[in-house]
């Protein structure tokens, strides 16, 4: 079946270093990528998303390349900010047929200290 | 403010009671999803209607039952509560019958005492 995989956390990192949280998928078809992100005491939010192979998803800094030869979504970030710790959430979503509800990782948690 | 309301923020309860749980998805919105999230499960997809009908289930306990109005609105209905069932709960909707870019309201924290 369609699954995500994260890596593990918790990622702790200092300020303005460089950011990178993996994910691989395994999907039958052509999924659309999605990530998440979880601020301390709130729901998700969407970070940013990609619809097809080598699209690119940015926003705040953040970014992350559909990868369809890897089956990967990394996302990443040039310099992390301590605003940015939270719970990072890779998801997908089919773009067909009848279970297109999105399959979740498991979240990587990201401390950034001063 | 996501535009998804989530009432009540916090219930705290006994074991073996009932809750409902309320959630109105923001404007324009015909999905709405409800999801548990715990410490040792992550985030959990429950059930997921679309303008009144269900939709998708997930890992969803038949203790618990939902239903979307036709107002839109949603409720979650959880019964004989286990101190398991300590966890936050999300809704979250979309214009769309599926897929990603989901609003999340900022959940309902349950607490089974």
């Given at each position: 079946g369609?699954?995500?995989?994260?890596?593990?956390?918790?990622?702790?990192?200092?300020?303005?270093?460089?950011?990178?949280?993996?994910?691989?998928?395994?999907?039958?078809?052509?999924?659309?990528?999605f990530?998440?992100?979880?601020?301390?005491?709130e729901?998700?939010?969407?970070?940013?998303?990609?619809?097809?192979?080598?699209?690119k998803?940015?926003?705040?800094g953040?970014?992350?390349?559909?990868?369809?030869?890897?089956?990967?979504?990394?996302?990443?970030?040039?310099?992390?900010?301590?605003?940015?710790?939270?719970?990072?959430?890779?998801?997908?979503?089919m773009?067909?047929?009848?279970?297109?509800?999105?399959?979740?990782?498991?979240?990587?948690?990201?401390?950034?200290?001063? | 403010?996501?535009?998804?309301?989530?009432?009540?923020?916090?219930?705290?309860?006994?074991t073996g009671?009932?809750?409902?749980?309320?959630?109105?998805?923001?404007?324009?919105?015909l999905?709405?999803?409800w999801?548990?999230?715990?410490l040792?499960?992550?985030?959990?997809?429950?059930?997921q209607?679309?303008n009144?009908?269900?939709?998708?289930?997930?890992?969803?306990?038949?203790?618990?039952?939902?239903?979307q109005?036709?107002?839109?609105?949603?409720?979650?209905?959880l019964?004989?509560?286990?101190l398991?069932?300590?966890?936050?709960?999300?809704?979250a909707?979309?214009?769309?019958?599926?897929?990603?870019?989901?609003?999340?309201?900022?959940?309902?924290?349950?607490?089974?005492?």
């Amino acid at each position: 079946g369609n699954s995500v995989t994260q890596m593990e956390g918790p990622v702790t990192l200092s300020e303005e270093a460089f950011l990178t949280i993996n994910c691989t998928y395994t999907a039958t078809g052509y999924p659309s990528l999605f990530w998440y992100v979880q601020y301390p005491g709130e729901g998700l939010q969407l970070l940013l998303k990609a619809t097809k192979a080598d699209d690119k998803g940015s926003n705040k800094g953040f970014e992350a390349t559909y990868r369809k030869e890897t089956t990967s979504f990394h996302l990443e970030k040039g310099s992390v900010q301590v605003s940015d710790s939270a719970v990072y959430f890779c998801a997908l979503s089919m773009n067909a047929g009848n279970n297109r509800k999105l399959i979740w990782g498991l979240g990587t948690s990201l401390a950034v200290n001063p | 403010d996501s535009g998804v309301t989530q009432t009540p923020k916090h219930l705290i309860t006994a074991t073996g009671q009932r809750v409902t749980l309320r959630c109105s998805p923001r404007s324009g919105d015909l999905s709405v999803y409800w999801y548990q999230q715990s410490l040792d499960q992550g985030l959990q997809f429950l059930i997921q209607y679309y303008n009144g009908e269900e939709r998708a289930k997930g890992n969803i306990l038949e203790r618990f039952s939902a239903q979307q109005f036709p107002d839109l609105h949603s409720e979650l209905n959880l019964s004989s509560l286990e101190l398991g069932d300590s966890a936050l709960y999300f809704c979250a909707s979309s214009v769309t019958e599926w897929g990603g870019g989901y609003t999340f309201g900022s959940g309902t924290r349950l607490t089974v005492v």
